[in-house]
């Protein structure tokens, strides 16, 4: 199968994402696997939405006050309302994004959507950053001598390696300059009760899930080496959270943060 051709019978998580958002881009294979999480987690269609809450709000954050232009969306999915490019842009109409994925379905969504200029796409697995520091569509759109706002939101966790995942981060901070930012989540067992972890665990070992959780230590350290902005750490329903009426870290399951290089 080449890089253009979408796969009907293999899950997505970008399409299967989709799903638990509420979105129409996915087939029955992501479907049945999204319901397959769901009930082992129920929270999970909370989780999507509080994911996508939390990133509005921190692309708004970086826009806003942190002055940032230039947007890397890394594990973008599928087009969801309030895409980075239109939060960036709506605070500032120059800001520029690049976004990365390795999803074919995605890239159809793409080519259809995104015009070039200020907005571009690359087809590129987060696994191997050099090829996302290097391609072409990058490099014609993003100065990297200027800051950059890093967003790696729900992809981390489908790393399984703690130590390949610090790796990746690390690359990519490296290539920025400072005062650019990382905006980071991963799921997390932590919140929930032991008997939820352990079924999610078993069903990960026997291939049923293909998110790897992670505890607060190992989440903070993607963030080894730079400020974190207020609140820390935090679920991702608490990051300067808009509303009162949120849901309890539990209900979320994803640590989530901001750090400036």
Not at 17 to 22: A, H, R, T, V
Not at 144 to 161: D, M, Q, T, W
Request: with cysteine; glycine share 8%; charged share 25%.
């Amino acid at each position: 199968m080449n890089s253009d051709q979408v796969d009907p019978h293999t899950v997505s998580p970008a399409r299967r994402w989709n799903y638990w958002l509420g979105g129409k881009d996915h087939f029955q294979v992501d479907r049945d696997s999204g319901d397959l999480v769901a009930k082992i987690y129920p929270g999970i269609w909370t989780v999507a939405r509080e994911g996508r809450a939390f990133h509005k709000r921190a692309v708004r954050h970086l826009a806003a006050d942190g002055g940032i232009r230039q947007f890397l969306d890394i594990g973008t999915g599928l087009p969801a309302p309030d895409n980075t490019h239109e939060v960036a842009q709506a605070v500032a109409p120059d800001a520029k994004v690049v976004y990365v994925d390795n999803d074919p379905m995605v890239l159809t969504h793409a080519r259809a959507l995104m015009i070039g200029g200020v907005t571009t796409y690359v087809d590129a697995d987060l696994r191997r950053p050099e090829t996302i520091l290097e391609a072409a569509e990058l490099r014609a759109t993003i100065d990297l001598s200027r800051p950059v706002g890093i967003l790696l939101i729900n992809v981390l966790h489908f790393i399984a390696g703690d130590e390949q995942a610090r790796a990746v981060v690390r690359r990519l901070l490296d290539a920025v300059v400072p005062g650019s930012y990382l905006v980071a989540t991963n799921a997390t067992t932590d919140f929930v009760p032991a008997e939820t972890a352990a079924g999610y665990a078993s069903s990960r070992d026997g291939g049923e899930a293909d998110v790897w959780p992670r505890d607060r230590a190992t989440f903070t350290c993607f963030f080894d080496g730079l400020r974190l902005l207020e609140p820390g750490v935090v679920a991702a329903s608490e990051w300067r959270p808009d509303r009162v009426d949120r849901p309890a870290p539990a209900e979320v399951s994803t640590y989530a943060a901001v750090g400036r290089k």
